[in-house]
């Protein structure tokens, strides 16, 4: 998933910005230009597109607990990316309720 709209507020996010949200299982994908974004889209019910932000040698098995309540993570898991130029930081939750608790307090950055 390299550009597109945001999953919220339909402003194109370019290659290298934002974050990329991803259900693995689900084989579905959404994109933000904002992390506050991501707050109003679980809240609305989380509308995803279908695909993935995986690449087909691409392991998640680094993410093993997730990054808002530190349980170990099940296939069910939520992938967060946020993009910063050639940077990755990949974070990983128990759900979207988890994704939605850890945007309201800010993230990392909380």
């Known amino acids: ?3 597109g709209p945001c999953s919220w507020c339909g402003v194109d996010v370019a290659e290298g910005e934002g974050f990329r949200a991803a259900e693995p299982v689900g084989e579905r994908k959404a994109m933000f230009c904002r992390l506050e974004h991501i707050v109003p889209w679980v809240i609305q019910g989380a ?3 279908p695909g993935t932000i995986l690449e087909p040698d691409d ?6 607990r997730c990054a808002h309540c530190g349980a170990e993570l099940d296939d069910g898991r ?3 990316i946020r993009h910063r130029g050639e940077h990755r930081i990949a974070d990983a939750f128990c759900g979207t309720d988890h994704l939605l608790e850890w945007a309201k307090a800010g993230g990392r950055w909380r």
């Open 78 to 80: 939520v992938l967060l």
């Open 59 to 64: 392991s998640d098995e680094g993410l093993g």
């Open 47 to 49: 509308h995803w597109d």
């Open 1 to 3: 998933m390299s550009s």
